[in-house]
């Protein structure tokens, strides 16, 4: 079954946030060192995936990445306050 249009805009609404929140991944290295750097971006990469498949299939689910945003948050706050990350 195709999916309606509000579906289809839906998905691509979502997909485009998720890769707009890439920017702040990628952005990162100002403040988060390498090693660290190293884990967010394949957390990233790991979300692109399983977001890229959901966009495959038309599903709602794709919303469940927009917590991508948050996570960058808590990572780089917590990273300041518990080791130290300065910019």
Known sequence: ????W???VA?????LLFVLTGFLYLTS???????W???????????MWASARL?????????AAAPALLFWFAYVSLGEVLLGWRP
């Open 29 to 35: 290295g100002l403040v988060v060192p390498m090693p």
């Open 37 to 47: 750097l190293g884990i967010l971006w394949a957390i990233w990469l790991v979300g």
């Open 1 to 4: 079954m195709k999916p309606g």
């Open 55 to 63: 966009t495959a299939r038309w599903s709602w689910w794709i919303f």
């Open 11 to 15: 998905v691509i609404v979502g997909i």
């Open 6 to 8: 509000p579906q289809r």
